[in-house]
């Protein structure tokens, strides 16, 4: 199936100029991932979640060294980022530029930061949206690391979180004990950072008014756009569509197609307020108003469409859709 289009990594050139000064040429990575040859000489390449994770799992890989995500990201400077993450060093303190980072960061990645604040500590989650493996251990140091690093650098300080949580099954490498000089545990559920909540007041030296007043309404508008095309309950609905004319379509398949459990996707579903009968119906609605606007199928056609057992049934459930029958409805349409 092909993804939705907000399922979309950024790949800027910086991280092909990291890569090659780690000992790490493109042509290399990209064979080792079984990704386009030419995929490095394309300006601001887009990948999948999955081509993603094969990239970092090709790094990890060819570098064999356990702390490459961290090296990468510490060495690269804050001036080749792109105007989405750049955006929060310009914050007006550390909690400002969190902020920033979580809500711009689905404009280079579908990775969701969650931050949760309580009076001692704010632990912040790493979560992929279109994926229901663990994400390379990789890539998760480099979020740890552009966490850190937009507070040690916005602040001038060497901020200290007060632990790591990771799901890496083996034991930190020296480099992560010396870069983080905070409790590492491994093995946990989720990957995720937890840091003090006094230090979120830390101020930015940076803080740069005239330029967030610039930025905002830019990325905040493509930051609506990718929203609106990864609205969960449209793309269940549209999956529906697709699927429904074979039978009614079960939540377990739609799950599979959209790469996560049974369990979780009836919990998203719920979060936006909704449930996959009420989507089922909404879809068969939907669905249903187009087929007979077109006028090129028969009632009965139309109800086997859209996955009804029988014409009456169909007739009950336009009746209680729209009001009127479907004869009636497409005599009016």
């Known amino acids: 199936m092909n993804r939705d289009t907000s399922d979309r990594c950024r790949l800027p050139q910086a991280f092909w100029r990291a890569a090659e000064r780690f000992g790490l040429p493109a042509p290399a990575l990209l064979r080792q991932a079984q990704l386009p040859a030419a995929l490095h000489v394309t300006p601001d390449a887009w990948l999948t979640t999955a081509q993603y994770f094969a990239l970092w799992h090709a790094v990890e890989a060819l ?106 099954s083996s034991p930190p490498s020296p480099m992560h004990h010396s870069y983080f000089d905070a409790p590492i545990r491994t093995g946990c559920a989720g990957n995720a950072l937890v840091l003090r909540s006094s230090d979120l007041d830390l101020l930015f030296a940076g803080h740069n008014p005239d330029l967030l007043a610039i930025l905002d309404p830019s990325l905040t508008a493509s930051l609506g756009e990718i929203e609106a095309q990864s609205s969960l309950p449209e793309q269940v609905k549209i999956l529906i569509k697709r699927r429904i004319a074979s039978g009614k379509p079960e939540i377990g ?23 996959y009968r009420s989507l089922l119906d909404e879809a068969r609605r939907e669905l249903g108003r187009v087929l007979l606007a077109d006028g090129q199928n028969g009632i009965d056609e139309v109800a086997f469409l859209l996955g009804f057992q029988d014409t009456s049934s169909f007739y009950r459930a336009f009746r209680g859709w729209e009001g009127v029958t479907p004869a009636a409805w497409r005599n009016m349409n």
């Open 253 to 275: 398949d739609v799950a599979r197609e959209l790469g996560m459990s049974e369990r979780t996707l009836q919990r998203r579903i719920t979060q936006h307020g909704a449930s």
């Open 63 to 168: 570098s064999n060294d356990p702390a490459i995500g961290l090296r990468m990201t510490v060495e690269t400077d804050t001036s080749v980022h792109p105007p989405a993450t750049m955006s929060a060093f310009f914050a007006r303190d550390y909690r400002d530029g969190l902020g920033r980072l979580a809500r711009f960061k689905r404009l280079c990645t579908p990775e969701e930061l969650t931050l949760a604040d309580s009076s001692a500590e704010c632990r912040i989650a790493l979560r992929w949206l279109f994926s229901s493996e663990g994400e390379p251990d990789a890539a998760a140091d480099v979020t740890f690391a552009a966490i850190l690093e937009l507070g040690r650098r916005g602040t001038g300080r060497q901020i200290r979180p007060l632990r790591v949580e990771m799901t890496r």
